[in-house]
Each structure stands twice: as structure tokens, then as C-alpha cells.
């Protein structure tokens, strides 16, 4: 079965629904220390994660190293925020909600206030999907809307309509 999702991960670029429980979290670490050990030699792009699902962290590495793009992850906004002063970042994904004091639609309108970062294509990628909430995202900069669950080939997509791959 292992060997099954590792095909279905790889050649499929789908990451398969992960079970509630002990078993379950202990796959969603496998998958995310495998996509995490997968390195991609020198790639066209780098991308910034912000999220604080270890699931949604393994479908992003996932579907971002199947188009060779790089990634970081972060969990909180004052982490992604210290990963913005480290490096440039040619497109990033945040989630809303967040832990600590700084939430998605904050991190966007920070990110965006800064000279090196304020071209970055913003994708919000959330469970928040009223019609108040994208708006709101709008307004704090975010250049895209998405919300949880997705499926990866719409990530593709939208990634597609913001980098040349």
C-alpha cells in the first residue's frame, strides 16, 4: 500500500485522503518527512507555505515539487514573516486562520507594505468562503481566493496563471 501512494503522490501528483487517529497522523508525518526530504536541485521558483495543517503542508510540497518549484513552510505569521526577510519568494499560499497574532489577511497586507515582497503573487488558501471573506482578502492584497478543500490540479492552475512553468 505504501508503495501505491508513493506512485499515486508522485506520478499522479495527488495526495490520497489521510485518516483521523494514531495511524493516521502517523501518515500524514511519513508523507510530510518524505515531501519534506524531497529537494529539488536549484529550481526556477521558490514558494512560501503558511499553514498550519501538517495535510495541507503535504499536499502543497507535493503538488509544488511536482512542478520543480521550491518550498518553505511556515506555521504561524511571525514565522512566514521571518522567512520573508530571509529570502524572496516568487508566490505564497496563507491560510487564514493561523496561530499566534498574526492572521492570513495581516501576513498579506505586511507582505505587501514591503518593497521586496510587494509583487508576490498572494494566494489565500483557506476553509473561510463567505463572500465577506474574499473580499476581505482582496482588501488586505491577496491576488487570489482559494478555499480548502482543493484539489491540486486547481493549485496547478492557479500557479500556472502567476508563473511561467
Do not use: W
Not at 108 to 130: G, H, Y
Amino acid at each position: 500500500i505504501e508503495e501505491l501512494d508513493q506512485q499515486v503522490i508522485h506520478t499522479l501528483r495527488y495526495v490520497p485522503a489521510i485518516g483521523e487517529g494514531e495511524s493516521g497522523k502517523l501518515a500524514i508525518h511519513r508523507y510530510a518527512t518524505e515531501a519534506r526530504s524531497a529537494v529539488i536541485e536549484k529550481p526556477a521558483y521558490h514558494a512560501l507555505v503558511v499553514d498550519d495543517s501538517p495535510t495541507i503542508q503535504t499536499l502543497m510540497r507535493v503538488t509544488l515539487h511536482a512542478l520543480e518549484i521550491g518550498s518553505d513552510i511556515a506555521e504561524t505569521g511571525e514565522q512566514a514573516l521571518e522567512k520573508l526577510h530571509e529570502r524572496t519568494y516568487d508566490i505564497a499560499f496563507f491560510d487564514v486562520v493561523l496561530p499566534g497574532n498574526i492572521n492570513g489577511y495581516k501576513l498579506c497586507k505586511l507582505a505587501k507594505s514591503r518593497q521586496e515582497s510587494r509583487l508576490m503573487p498572494v494566494i489565500m488558501l483557506t476553509s473561510k468562503d463567505s463572500p465577506f471573506d474574499r473580499v476581505r482578502g482582496k482588501m488586505s492584497g491577496a491576488d487570489s481566493y482559494l478555499t480548502k478543500p482543493v484539489e491540486p490540479s486547481v493549485v496547478e492552475a492557479e500557479i500556472r496563471t502567476y508563473l511561467k512553468l
